[in-house]
C-alpha cells in the first residue's frame, strides 16, 4: 500500500478531551473566523501583546514576494523574553530547568537569566561585537546557548546557530558565509558518554575562516573535561566564558530594534550544494513564535514545558528559546541522547521535573515504539496534560503508540506543520478545539492561508497536489543571506507570473474535512530523522573523495528515521570497490558535513542510470535502493545499467 492508501484509511477521530477544552487559552473556533475576516488587525493585536519601546505604524506592506511587518516601531526580543516578566510574580520563576546528559543539573530563574544574559551581552560588547555584526554559535545544548542567543538579540547582533553535530567543514562554510566576528563554543559536549570536541573542531573550521576575530570558549563542566586538549587556547583570540563574565557588566540595556532589523540567520539544506542562511527579523518573528506557542502548547504560568530539538534546528530557536521565553514558561533543556545511560532517560526526566507538555519528533517516537513500552511505563507521566509533534509526517501507528503509552490516552496531540522558513507553526491542531485525526496536522492555524494547488495554481478542495502559503505571514523569511535571487527563485516562482505564492516544497492531501496530510517534500531534499539533508551536499561531499567519480544520492523510506540515504557511486580509473571502501565513504561524508549526512548505503556502479540529456534518474534509483520493481525506462541512455544496479543491490543485503 502507498502512503496515501494508508492515510486515506485512517478514520479514527480524538476530540479533545472535555477537560481539557474548558480550560484551553483558545476554546472556540471564533479565532479563525475573525482572523480570516480581517488577517491584519488579527496580527496586529498578536503583536501587541509584545512590549514595544515605539509602536508600530503599519501593520503590513506587501509586494509580492516581499513582505515587511509591523514597520515603524521598535523593540526588542530579549526584553521581551526576559527583562519584562522581572517586573511581574515571574522574577523568581523557573525560566530554563537544565540537565546535562552526566547528570549535572542546574536551574534558572528568570532573575538568574536577567543577570546572565545583560553580562554576556557586555561581554560581546567589549570584544567588539556590534549591531548588525554576526555571532555564530556552536555550542551543546546548554543554558549558555539560549544565554548567548539572548544576548546576541539584546545588543542587535545577528546569530548564527551551528548545531554541535556538525563538522568542522560545515562550521566553516557558515561562519564565512555570515561573515562572523566571534565565535561562541564550549571545550565540549556530551552525547551518549562521549565527548564531542566542539572547541577541536572549531579551530580546524577556523584555519580557513578570516573573519572570525574572537573565540568564547564555555567550560562544559567546572574545572575542565579531563583532557587538555579539548581546549587548546590561542593567545589573543580565545577566550574563556568564566573569565570574561567573571567581570562583564549587568549594565547593559536592550537595544531598541526596528521590526525589520535582522534577529538570526539560520543554515538550512536546499537543492543545491550549498545550505541556505535563512534570515529571520525582529517583530514578525516574535509575533508568530509567541502567538502560536501560547496557542499550540496551550502555555499557562504553571506548565512545565519540554522541547526535545536542540537549539542548532529552528524548533529549538522557536519553540525551545524564544516562543516559550517570551509567555514567560518554564522550559526543560536536555544535553543529551534519548537512551543515555538507558532508554527510559526522557521519561526520568519528564518525571523529576513534572514536565506538562512534552514536544518531541515522529523519529524519536518510533525509536521509543521500538524500544517498548515497559520504559515509559516505569515512569510517573501523569502531569503530561498535552503532547506535540514535529519535524516529519508522523504515521498513524506512531500517533496512536504517543497516545497511549505517554499521554495515558488523556493528553492531546498537536501534530505541527511548519519549517526554518516559516519560523513558526503554521498548520497544526488547536488543542481545545480541534478533533484530530492520526497522521494529519489538520488546519491552518489562525492567521495563516494554506492551499493545496495544482501546476497552474489552480485551488484543489480535495485531493493531492502541492502545498502552498498564499498570504504572507508576520514570521516568514525575508530572505536568503548574501542571495536574495535564491530567495525569489525557490520560494517564489513555483507559479509563474504568481509572485505572491509562497511554495514549501511540500506535497499534500487535503481530505472531505479541509484536513491537511503532509506527503513529504517533492524536491531533491530529504528529511531523515527529522533533519532536513540536500541530496547535492552529499553527493558534492562524495565526489571529493579521491576515489569517486559521480555520485547520486536518494532517499529510502527507514523504519525509524523516515527516510535514509542510499548513494550511488562510480569509481574513478583504478579505484576498485570493496567493503572497506564503502566504509570509508561513508566516514567520509560523516566527516565532511556531519553524522547525520552519513549515507545508509553505498552501492557502487560501473555507471548511474541517466536520460537521453544527462539527467540522472533519480526515480529509478529510488525504486532501487527501496527494493521495488523498476518504473519506466524508455527514457534511459542505457537500461541495462539499471538492470545491472538493481541485481548488485539485492545481492548487498
Ligand atoms: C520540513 C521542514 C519545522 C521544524 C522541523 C523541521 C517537514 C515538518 C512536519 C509535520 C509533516 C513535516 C516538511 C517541511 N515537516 N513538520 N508535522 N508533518 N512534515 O524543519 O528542517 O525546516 O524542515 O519538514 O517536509 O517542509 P525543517
Redesign the pocket.
Known amino acids: 500500500m502507498s502512503d496515501i492508501d494508508v492515510l486515506l484509511q485512517e478514520n479514527r477521530r480524538f476530540a479533545p478531551p472535555g477537560h481539557f477544552s474548558e480550560q484551553a487559552h483558545v476554546n472556540s473556533w471564533a479565532l479563525h473566523q475573525s482572523a480570516a475576516a480581517d488577517m491584519e488587525g488579527y496580527w496586529a493585536s498578536r503583536a501587541r501583546e509584545l512590549d514595544w519601546f515605539t509602536p508600530f505604524t503599519s501593520v503590513l506592506e506587501w509586494t509580492p514576494p516581499r513582505a515587511k511587518w509591523f514597520t515603524g516601531g521598535t523593540l526588542n526580543v530579549a526584553y521581551n523574553c526576559v527583562d519584562r516578566h522581572i517586573s511581574t510574580a515571574r522574577r523568581n520563576k523557573a525560566a530554563i530547568i537544565f540537565e546535562g546528559e552526566p547528570g549535572d543539573r542546574r536551574t534558572l530563574t528568570y532573575w538568574d537569566l536577567y543577570v546572565e544574559v545583560r553580562k554576556c551581552a557586555s561581554m560581546l560588547k567589549s570584544l567588539g561585537v556590534q549591531k548588525g555584526d554576526r555571532v555564530g554559535i556552536y555550542l551543546p545544548l546548554i543554558p549558555e546557548a539560549a544565554i548567548a542567543m539572548l544576548a546576541c538579540a539584546r545588543i542587535g547582533a545577528i546569530h548564527s546557530v551551528v548545531f554541535g553535530g556538525f563538522s568542522p567543514e560545515s562550521l566553516r562554510d557558515r561562519m564565512n558565509d555570515a561573515q562572523a566576528k566571534v565565535v561562541i563554543t564550549a571545550d565540549g559536549g556530551y552525547r551518549r558518554g562521549q565527548v564531542v570536541p566542539l572547541k577541536r573542531n572549531t579551530d580546524k573550521a577556523l584555519e580557513d575562516a578570516p573573519s572570525v576575530q574572537h573565540v568564547i570558549v564555555v567550560q562544559r563542566r567546572p574545572g575542565g573535561l579531563g583532557d587538555e586538549s579539548f581546549a587548546d587556547m590561542r593567545e589573543g583570540r580565545d577566550h574563556w566564558w568564566h573569565r570574561l563574565m567573571a567581570h562583564a557588566s549587568t549594565d547593559c540595556p536592550a537595544e531598541p530594534m526596528d521590526s525589520e532589523d535582522v534577529l538570526f540567520i539560520l543554515y538550512?539544506s536546499g537543492t543545491t550544494g550549498k545550505p541556505k542562511g535563512i534570515v529571520h527579523t525582529t517583530a514578525g518573528y516574535l509575533t508568530g513564535v509567541a502567538a502560536t506557542t501560547r496557542d499550540v502548547f496551550d502555555l499557562k504560568d504553571d506548565d512545565v514545558f519540554w522541547c526535545t530539538a536542540d537549539v542548532g534546528?529552528?524548533?529549538g530557536h522557536s519553540y525551545l528559546v524564544y516562543g516559550p521565553l517570551a509567555n514567560g514558561a518554564t522550559i526543560v533543556m536536555y544535553e543529551g541522547a534519548p537512551d543515555w545511560p538507558d532508554k527510559d532517560r526522557f521519561w526520568e526526566i519528564c518525571a523529576r521535573h513534572g514536565v506538562t507538555v512534552f514536544y518531541t519528533a515522529p523519529t524519536a517516537i518510533r525509536a521509543f515504539m521500538k524500544w517498548g513500552d515497559h520504559w515509559p511505563t516505569r515512569h510517573d507521566l501523569s502531569r503530561l496534560r498535552l503532547l506535540g509533534?514535529?519535524?516529519?509526517?508522523?504515521n498513524p501507528e506512531a500517533w496512536v503508540w504517543y497516545h497511549e503509552h505517554i499521554g495515558h490516552g488523556r493528553c492531546p496531540i498537536v501534530?505541527?506543520?511548519?519549517?526554518?522558513?516559516t519560523g513558526a507553526i503554521v498548520i497544526s491542531p488547536l488543542p481545545g478545539i480541534t478533533t484530530t485525526k492520526p497522521g494529519s496536522?489538520t488546519k491552518a492555524l489562525p492567521g495563516y492561508t494554506a492551499e493545496l494547488l495544482d501546476a497552474n495554481a489552480t485551488v484543489i478542495p480535495t485531493g493531492g497536489g502541492l502545498l502552498a502559503l498564499t498570504r504572507p505571514w508576520p514570521s516568514m523569511l525575508r530572505t536568503i543571506w548574501g542571495d536574495d535571487n535564491r530567495y525569489v527563485e525557490t520560494y517564489f516562482s513555483k507559479w509563474p507570473g504568481r509572485p505572491d505564492l509562497y511554495f514549501?516544497?511540500?506535497g499534500a492531501k487535503r481530505d472531505d474535512d479541509g484536513f491537511f496530510w503532509?506527503l513529504?517534500?517533492v524536491d531533491d531534499v530529504l528529511?531523515v530523522a527529522?533533519?532536513?539533508i540536500g541530496t547535492m551536499e552529499v553527493e558534492s561531499a562524495l565526489v571529493e573523495h579521491p576515489a569517486v567519480a559521480e555520485a547520486a544520492v536518494v532517499g529510502k523510506v527507514h523504519e525509524l528515521k523516515g527516510q535514509a540515504l542510499a548513494a550511488f557511486v562510480t569509481l574513478r580509473t583504478g579505484f576498485h570497490h570493496s567493503s572497506e571502501l564503502r566504509d570509508e565513504l561513508k566516514a567520509f561524508v560523516a566527516d565532511k558535513i556531519g553524522a547525520i549526512a552519513r549515507p545508509d548505503d553505498i552501492l557502487f556502479s560501473a555507471d548511474l542510470p541517466k536520460t537521453r540529456s544527462g539527467k540522472i534518474m533519480r526515480r529509478l534509483l529510488r525504486d532501487i535502493a527501496e527494493g521495488r520493481a523498476l518504473g519506466d525506462t524508455t527514457t534511459l541512455a542505457d537500461p541495462n545499467v539499471v538492470a545491472g544496479l538493481k541485481e548488485q543491490y539485492e545481492s548487498q543485503e
Open positions: 538550512t534546528w529552528i524548533t509533534s514535529v519535524g516529519e509526517p508522523i501534530d505541527t506543520w511548519w519549517q526554518t522558513e496536522a514549501p516544497g511540500d503532509i513529504g517534500r528529511n527529522g533533519h532536513r
